[in-house]
């Protein structure tokens, strides 16, 4: 079974600071992971994904994320914050099931960004 | 040139009536999906269709049910709907066994049960 944890519901950080977003993973076989935003009344848009390639993935909007094993992490970071960045942010892992590909998604972290 | 498009987008209904949402996607994609989001933001997965065939059930009430007339088309009837019904159902695309793939997902749908 596979799981994802995010830590921090709400996270708060002033525009031009750094983002860091947390995500831990649980995988019962080698993860693949995402990060998707959702901004308000909006659907879900596809951040960034980790595919067992690099490491350290790169994504839209200035965002990258560190796939670190020992720690079984995947945070979401971005050097500096700004307003238009305040959304909703998943985590999630692909599994199989059934012979499908599901999504389990984490709780969600929402960001907001002070002046 | 949308990719995965959800009619309506808002839905406000009462208790007891039965209504649909429906859910295309033009991306060539051979699996989609229905997933519930909560007031708290929760996404939980309810139903995938891979070809026309039903592949990912989870613990939905029976007064839910998918119908996917062919790969690009999706739909989702609720009978008889009750209060604890009111969310957004997001309608999502990929390719069945590619888990390096992730979604693409529609707009959504905010059911609203009074």
């Known amino acids: 079974a596979q799981s994802v944890t995010q830590l921090g519901s709400h996270v708060s950080v002033s525009e031009g600071a750094l983002v860091l977003l947390r995500c831990n993973y649980s995988?019962?076989?080698?993860?693949?992971l995402f990060w998707y935003v959702q901004y308000p009344n909006q659907g879900l848009q596809l951040l960034l994904k980790y595919t067992s390639a690099a490491t350290l993935v790169k994504g839209i909007n200035g965002f990258e994320a560190e796939f670190k094993k020992s720690e079984t992490s995947f945070h979401l970071t971005k050097p500096s914050a700004h307003m238009s960045d305040a959304a909703e942010y998943f985590c999630?892992?692909?599994?199989?099931?059934?012979?499908?590909?599901?999504?389990?998604f984490g709780t969600g972290t929402q960001l907001k960004v002070e002046l | 040139d949308t990719a995965v498009s959800q009619t309506p987008k808002y839905l406000v209904t009462q208790m007891g009536n039965d209504k649909s949402i429906k859910c295309e996607q033009n991306l060539g994609h051979d699996t989609m999906y229905w997933y519930k989001q909560d007031s708290k933001k929760f996404l939980k997965i309810m139903f995938s269709?891979?070809?026309?065939?039903?592949?990912i059930n989870e613990t939905v009430p029976n007064r839910f049910s998918p119908k996917s007339p062919d790969k690009a088309h999706l739909n989702l009837h609720i009978n008889s709907l009750e209060l604890g019904d009111s969310a957004v159902y997001f309608c999502?695309?990929?390719?069945?066994?590619?888990?390096?793939?992730?979604?693409?997902f529609g707009s959504g749908t905010r059911l609203t049960v009074v």
């Open positions: 999502a695309s990929s390719h069945q066994g590619d888990r390096s793939y992730g979604y693409t």
């Open positions: 269709y891979n070809n026309k065939e039903l592949i």
């Open positions: 995988s019962s076989v080698p993860p693949y």
């Open positions: 999630a892992v692909s599994g199989l099931t059934g012979g499908g590909n599901k999504l389990t």
